[in-house]
């Protein structure tokens, strides 16, 4: 908390830390969910504690990087256009696919004729 509020050039206080009293888990598991449950695969809890101390032991640096902030932001405006393109690319592969589908019709009927 107090890394980000440096980077963002904000005064750190411990009434930054009063929201964080509630803990919200954004994922979607289920409220009695606990990880030693049998039903629960060991290989994921095992992954995921993994995942979680090596978060916490990596130092994250300082100072910001412009380069790596602007890949961040290409790649996502990349995904932005290919997401809101999705749906004309879509129809135009249907409309491709009909017109097909209708040039091809004759010939296949044409090849179910006895001769």
Known sequence: MKK???FLDE???DKCLEPLKLRINSS???ENFTPD???TDPAVVEEATRLSTE???TVQPAEVSRAAAD??????MQRV??????????????QTTRALQ??????????????
């Open 4 to 6: 980000m509020l440096d």
């Open 11 to 13: 005064p750190y206080t």
């Open 28 to 30: 979607n598991v289920p």
């Open 37 to 39: 449950d049998l039903a």
């Open 55 to 57: 978060l916490e032991a």
């Open 71 to 76: 890949e961040i932001e290409t790649t996502f």
């Open 81 to 94: 256009e290919y997401v809101a393109n999705l749906d004309s690319q879509y129809q135009r592969a249907l």
């Open 102 to 115: 209708q040039a091809n019709a004759p010939q296949a009927h044409l090849s179910r004729e006895p001769h």
